[in-house]
Each structure stands twice: as structure tokens, then as C-alpha cells.
């Protein structure tokens, strides 16, 4: 009988030791998992960028050959100074925002990529977190097995 006590207390121990194991293993594939959607997220926002700003240059085109067609309209020469100069501008301008849009882009992305660096570590950490506690689970769940058994006189 106190073979039979002890084992199962023992038995209970490492199921317990596992369960502790299983699930800290999920928790730390769940953010592995998370963390390639993020990486994902990060290209995607970059794509996006770049779609952004080729419609940024296609609507400049269409600003700018507008501009000719309303100075033509005026009979104001396309080649005079002020009417080269709003054309100048226009472009500039389109350059300036494509600029700025790309810079929020790769600190976006950057931002994303960092957090999903950071979710991969944790994966790990929790991992490892969750073997030691295992370990320790099943260790005192022996002891206090053995301890607790009835002993034999």
C-alpha cells in the first residue's frame, strides 16, 4: 500500500511537471507564431509604401500635365518661367512627400520588426521558463512523495 501511495503521488507530480511543460511550449510557439505575422506585417508595410508613392508620382504626372493644359487654355506659354516653375514645384513637392512617406514606412517597419525580435526571444525565455518549472515540479513532487510515504516499521 505505500508503494501504491507513493507512486501515485509520484505519478501525479510528473503529470503535473508535464502539463507545466506542454503549455509553456504552446505559449511559446503561439509567439513564434505571432512574431512571423509581425515580420509579415513589417514587408507589407513597406509594399504598401512603395504602391503609395508610385500613385504619389502618377498623380504629379497628371498635376503637371493639368498645369500645361490650364496655362495652354490661358495662352500662356509652357515654357515661361512661372509656369516651369509651378511644374518645378509640383514634382518637388511629390519628392518631398514620397521622402517623409518612405521614412515612416521603414521606422514602421522597423518598430514592427523589433517587437516580433522581441516576441521570438520571449518564446525562448517562457520555453526554458517552463522546463525549469517542470523540473522543479516533478523534483518536489517526488521529494514530497518519498518524504510524505508512510514509513515502514
Same mark, same amino acid.
Given at each position: 500500500?505505500? !508503494? &501504491?501511495t507513493t *507512486?501515485? !503521488?509520484i #505519478?501525479? @507530480?510528473?503529470?503535473s511537471?508535464y *502539463?507545466q511543460? $506542454?503549455?509553456? $511550449?504552446?505559449?511559446?510557439q503561439?509567439?513564434?507564431?505571432?512574431?512571423?505575422i509581425n515580420?509579415?506585417?513589417a514587408?507589407?508595410v513597406?509594399a =504598401?509604401?512603395?504602391?503609395?508613392?508610385?500613385? &504619389?508620382?502618377?498623380? !504629379? &504626372?497628371?498635376? @503637371? *500635365?493639368t498645369? =500645361?493644359?490650364?496655362? @495652354? #487654355?490661358?495662352?500662356i506659354? #509652357?515654357s515661361?518661367?512661372?509656369?516651369?516653375? &509651378? +511644374?518645378?514645384? /509640383?514634382?518637388e513637392k511629390?519628392a518631398?512627400q514620397?521622402?517623409?512617406? /518612405? =521614412? @515612416?514606412?521603414?521606422w514602421?517597419?522597423r518598430?514592427?520588426r523589433l #517587437?516580433?525580435e522581441?516576441q521570438?526571444?520571449?518564446a525562448g525565455q517562457?520555453?526554458?521558463?517552463?522546463?525549469i518549472?517542470?523540473v522543479g515540479t516533478a523534483?518536489f513532487? +517526488?521529494a =514530497?512523495?518519498?518524504d510524505n510515504?508512510? $514509513?515502514?516499521?
Amino acid at each position: 500500500m505505500v !508503494a &501504491l501511495t507513493t *507512486g501515485l !503521488a509520484i #505519478g501525479s @507530480a510528473l503529470v503535473s511537471a508535464y *502539463g507545466q511543460y $506542454k503549455s509553456a $511550449k504552446q505559449q511559446g510557439q503561439a509567439l513564434e507564431e505571432q512574431a512571423k505575422i509581425n515580420f509579415m506585417k513589417a514587408n507589407e508595410v513597406l509594399a =504598401r509604401n512603395d504602391i503609395n508613392n508610385e500613385l &504619389l508620382q502618377e498623380s !504629379a &504626372l497628371v498635376t @503637371a *500635365g493639368t498645369q =500645361r493644359a490650364q496655362f @495652354a #487654355g490661358a495662352g500662356i506659354s #509652357g515654357s515661361s518661367a512661372s509656369s516651369q516653375e &509651378l +511644374i518645378r514645384d /509640383t514634382f518637388e513637392k511629390t519628392a518631398e512627400q514620397i521622402e517623409f512617406n /518612405t =521614412r @515612416a514606412a521603414e521606422w514602421e517597419a522597423r518598430m514592427v520588426r523589433l #517587437g516580433a525580435e522581441s516576441q521570438i526571444e520571449s518564446a525562448g525565455q517562457i520555453e526554458k521558463a517552463g522546463i525549469i518549472s517542470a523540473v522543479g515540479t516533478a523534483g518536489f513532487g +517526488i521529494a =514530497r512523495a518519498v518524504d510524505n510515504a508512510p $514509513k515502514e516499521k
